[in-house]
């Protein structure tokens, strides 16, 4: 998922803007785009051209065809939104912005291409860098990221605070989890989340179901939006938010229909685009993921790490890995058994890219356990969903798993 509320560090706040992955090299004008003016018209021909260049995407493109200027040896093979899920792991670890590297993001006069603005081009010279650390001191494992040295500052700090050195100990957690000895198997622990959600033999019943509620922007920006979850066994799903009383914003999307996997954002960077690459295995697990009977075939391999605490409460953690370096780690409450927090990473050149998710009071719906709270969070915003309504087995429009 890409942005479309409000900020994590620095980045401009606007409702439901769907502002673009903030990048640190030459992401791109789209066509005409480049040149834009504030007339309706301009407008109209800049959302013709995005619309046009997202196509494209979808005919096996790579980021250096896709988008104009990207020259950078690790990120130009990418898939186009791989490369945008890479901007937004940069500019979270320097704490940048799209307007830090590329002149008037954020306004209507903005430009992709150029390289006037010197960051960009220190951007690309630091990604090379990192390529080659990790190609020469560990055999291409990418043991170092932005992030390692950067911490969400541009420039990193070479001393250590001793306010920190004596405070709390320093509590990130590295994204592979390493197998704790004393823990109970996984198999354990996600067989104690099926029976918990209602016993394999209800949720193999359920072959569909519509979520509706709204959605609350972060910190309360963005105003309240319509929110539906549509869901199909095995694998389609579709995630819709409307805005009723503000029909200009448009409506926002994320759906799987099984094969393929879209996004649409009125006011984010493309507009709407296909997913490819990473992003569209993300897509599908999440599709897999609706139906809490699945857990156990969403990866060949699982392993379960230290406990930990979440919100003041002992979790199990377990970790699934697939054969394309995606990781799913899965947060179970001890006592409940119930899932708290899903984090997903896919990899990219400049570190892993992660999506969260949380869920959060959980009501019986015809014997079956759903979340009535979501909260979504990935590198370039957040919010959440507060659920009114589930009605389960119901006939799905096709159209809700389909291109937006």
């Given amino acids: 998922m890409n942005s479309y509320f409000g900020p994590v560090k620095k980045r401009p706040v606007t409702a439901l803007a769907g502002v673009p992955f903030a990048c640190l090299i030459a992401i791109v004008s789209v066509g005409s785009v480049a040149a834009q003016s504030q007339t309706a018209q301009s407008q109209t021909q800049s959302a013709a051209a995005a619309q046009a260049k997202a196509a494209a995407a979808s005919k096996g493109q790579t980021a250096g065809e896709f988008f104009k200027n990207v020259t950078t040896s690790t990120l130009k093979g990418l898939t186009p939104s791989d490369f945008l899920g890479a901007m937004g792991v940069m500019t979270a670890a320097v704490g940048y912005d799209c307007s830090n590297c590329h002149p008037g993001a954020g306004t209507d006069n903005f430009d992709w291409v150029s390289d006037k603005i010197p960051q960009k081009k220190t951007a690309r010279r630091m990604i090379e860098m990192v390529a080659l650390i990790n190609r020469q001191n560990f055999g291409g494992a990418q043991m170092v990221t932005c992030w390692t040295c950067h911490h969400g500052l541009d420039l990193p700090t070479t001393s250590i605070a001793l306010d920190k050195l004596y405070g709390e100990p320093n509590d990130e957690k590295r994204d592979v989890v390493v197998a704790a000895e004393g823990e109970p198997p996984a198999t354990q622990i996600l067989d104690q989340y099926i029976q918990a959600m209602g016993g394999a033999q209800k949720l193999a019943a359920v072959k569909s179901f519509i979520a509706t509620g709204h959605s609350e922007g972060y910190s309360g920006l963005g105003g309240n939006g319509a929110f539906q979850i549509f869901a199909q066994a095995p694998d389609r799903r579709g995630m819709w938010i409307t805005f009723p009383d503000h029909p200009d914003r448009g409506t926002s999307a994320w759906t799987y229909d099984g094969k393929s996997g879209w996004i649409s954002q009125p006011r984010g960077f493309l507009g ?133």
């Fill in 272 to 404: 709407e685009y296909e997913l490819n690459g990473n992003d569209l295995a993300g897509a599908k697990l999440d599709s897999v993921l609706a139906f809490p009977g699945q857990i156990k075939t969403a990866f060949p391999t699982w392993r379960v790490g230290p406990e930990d605490v979440l919100n003041g409460r002992d979790v199990y953690v377990v970790q699934g890995s697939g054969t394309s370096g995606m990781l799913g780690t899965f947060y179970f409450d001890k006592q409940t058994h119930l899932l708290t927090r899903y984090v997903r990473r896919t990899p990219s050149p400049v570190g892993r890219i992660t999506i969260q998710q949380d869920f959060d009071d959980y009501r019986d719906v015809n014997g079956i356990k759903f979340p009535f709270k979501y909260s979504f969070l990935w590198l370039d915003g957040r919010f959440t969903a507060i659920i009114s309504d589930v009605k389960v087995n119901v006939p799905v429009d096709a159209a809700k798993f389909a291109k937006p």
